[in-house]
Antibody, heavy 119, light 112 residues
Framework: EVQLVESGGGLVQPGRSLKLSCAAS????????MAWVRQAPKKGLEWVAT????????YYPDSVKGRFTISRDNAKSSLYLQMNSLKSEDTATYYC????????????WGQGVMVTVSS | DIVMTQGALPNPVPSGESASITCRSS???????????LNWFLQRPGQSPQLLTY???TRASGVSERFSGSGSGTYFTLKISRVRAEDAGVYYC?????????FGAGTKLELK
């Protein structure tokens, strides 16, 4: 059974940093692209980052580019999101998702982890 | 960036009826391989999003045949036949034709 379990969320002050983790199991992690998607309270979904199977290619929207870094450790079947210079508008539930490379389908999602940026 | 615009539903929808959700993109989602990169998701209350269809109309594993995606180019539709209570939630379309990937604002389905 495919499982994605996020951790590392919490309350953080504006301008500070936080690192999210996503532990994957039930599939060969190194064979899949992975992504982070977030959802602000009572709002819609926003794609945050995607990483290739080896980690050599990463992609971000302008809203987080230069502040967020997606990475992975295939040996540990783990995905990460380093978030720096956090802003109040980064407050959201962050989901990790598995991405089928051939179809670009986000086919499995974790339960999400809440990040609150507030002083 | 590609803008995704979703239509609204005439809520509430009577159980057993059909419902169609529209999604329009500001640019064609057809890639050079001929495939159209449009995903549909359902997010039930308090849950994570669930993939329904990809490549416009291919149902994801385990998804009911009551869900059918259609469309081409810039106009897409998700049809839900014989609506049930478990179909309630917010439906999102997502383009994965090019970066940055973008979602529609969501369409809420409420049942009567």
């Amino acid at each position: 059974e495919v499982q994605l379990v996020e951790s590392g969320g919490g309350l953080v002050q504006p301008g500070r940093s936080l690192k999210l983790s996503c532990a994957a199991s039930g599939f060969t992690f190194s064979n899949y692209y992975m992504a982070w998607v977030r959802q602000a309270p009572k709002k819609g979904l926003e794609w945050v980052a995607t990483i290739s199977t080896s980690g050599s290619r990463t992609y971000y929207p302008d809203s987080v580019k230069g502040r967020f870094t997606i990475s992975r450790d295939n040996a540990k079947s783990s995905l990460y999101l380093q978030m720096n210079s956090l802003k109040s508008e980064d407050t959201a539930t962050y989901y990790c998702a598995r991405v089928q490379q051939s179809t670009t389908a986000f086919d499995y999602w974790g339960q999400g982890v809440m990040v609150t940026v507030s002083s | 960036d590609i803008v995704m615009t979703q239509g609204a539903l005439p809520n509430p929808v009577p159980s057993g009826e059909s419902a169609s959700i529209t999604c329009r993109s500001s640019k064609s989602l057809v890639y050079k391989d001929g495939k159209t990169y449009l995903n549909w998701f359902l997010q039930r209350p308090g849950q994570s999003p669930q993939l329904l269809t990809y490549w416009t109309s291919t149902r994801a594993s385990g998804v009911s045949e009551r869900f059918s995606g259609s469309g081409s180019g810039t106009y897409f539709t998700l049809k839900i036949s014989r609506v049930r209570a478990e179909d309630a939630g917010v439906y999102y379309c997502q383009q994965v034709r090019e970066y940055p990937y973008t979602f529609g604002a969501g369409t809420k389905l409420e049942l009567k």
